[in-house]
Nanobody
Framework: QAQLVESGGGSVQPGGSLRLSCTVS????????MGWFRQAPGRGREGVAL????????YYADSVKGRFTISHDNAKKTVYLQMNGLEPEDTAMYYC??????????????????WGQGTQVTVSS
């Protein structure tokens, strides 16, 4: 059974940067998608950025394109989310997720069965 361990997050001012990391421990199939969802108070869990382990194809929510970059270190089974140009609207709990998938395109939270504990990102002045 795979487990996801997250690190990073915190509080920054608008325009600042943060980097999130998520490492898979335990067994997980080779053909998987992994990435980040976020949930703000009173809102549903939305996909932010995902990447396929084999194809390395990244997918981004429109709201973060050009500001966030997802990358994956296969040897370390770790995914990174570099967040630049942070905005107050990015404030949320960020969750790492993984699932066996042929493609990450259009994925929703219910498509994922492995989840991290969540890390808070707060952007305010």
């Amino acid at each position: 059974q795979a487990q996801l361990v997250e690190s990073g997050g915190g509080s920054v001012q608008p325009g600042g940067s943060l980097r999130l990391s998520c490492t898979v421990s335990g067994d997980i199939v080779d053909n998987y998608c992994m990435g980040w969802f976020r949930q703000a108070p009173g809102r549903g869990r939305e996909g932010v950025a995902l990447i396929h382990r084999r194809t390395e194809m990244p997918y981004y929510a429109d709201s973060v394109k050009g500001r966030f970059t997802i990358s994956h270190d296969n040897a370390k089974k770790t995914v990174y989310l570099q967040m630049n140009g942070l905005e107050p609207e990015d404030t949320a709990m960020y969750y790492c997720a993984a699932a066996q998938r042929l493609s990450c395109l259009g994925d929703r939270a219910y498509d994922y069965n492995y989840w991290g504990q969540g890390t808070q990102v707060t952007v305010s002045s």
